[in-house]
């Protein structure tokens, strides 16, 4: 539950801020906010967390906490950890950026850019087949060469856009 002015109840205003930032970020990724507000919380709370303190702490149904700690396992962001209670899963936050950034690669980027090559691959093979309509599947056959160049530009600057953000 939130009062009036959006800050979740049971959050410290310090909180709720660095909540804030990250659902910030993960809008920018086209991610779930839920997401933002799970890896929030834990990035700022000084014990790990159970799925319950998310519901409790961010108001948010114990399905989109449990697959958004599944997502953030996924992509490494998120760790199983030592807690109060032997029979609960609690969670802690990975504060590396290289494997945060390396983590959403892995597990966002990559499969896009694969799964855009096969559509490329159908993409040149519909152009090839254009009888009769020459000026257009020229037209076309340029847009699949950019989408081609822009796809590999992207595998090449990947490994770079790791090392960079990950110093």
């Given at each position: 539950m939130a009062d009036l002015s959006g800050?979740?109840?049971?959050l410290s205003d310090f909180e709720t801020q660095v909540?804030?930032?990250f659902c910030d970020g993960v809008r920018i990724l086209?991610?779930?906010k839920s997401i933002g507000e799970i890896y929030g919380l834990l990035f700022v709370s000084p014990e790990p967390l159970a799925l319950d303190d998310f519901v409790t702490k961010l108001n948010i149904?114990?399905?989109s906490a449990?697959?958004?700690?599944?997502?953030?396992r996924e992509l490494g962001a998120v760790s199983e950890a030592?807690?109060?209670v032997a029979r609960r899963s609690?969670?802690?936050p990975d504060i590396e950026l290289k494997k945060l950034v390396g983590g959403f690669i892995k597990e966002q980027v990559r499969p896009h850019l694969a799964s855009g090559e096969d559509k490329l691959s159908v993409l040149r093979g519909m152009v090839k087949s254009m009888e009769g309509e020459e000026e257009l599947a020229d037209f076309y056959r340029q847009r699949v060469e950019r989408l081609g160049?822009?796809?590999?530009?992207a595998r090449m600057v990947l490994p770079v856009l790791q090392k960079l953000l990950g110093k």
């Open positions: 800050k979740k109840i049971g909540v804030s930032f086209g991610l779930p149904s114990k399905g449990s697959q958004g700690i599944r997502l953030l030592e807690g109060k609690y969670y802690e160049r822009w796809s590999s530009r």
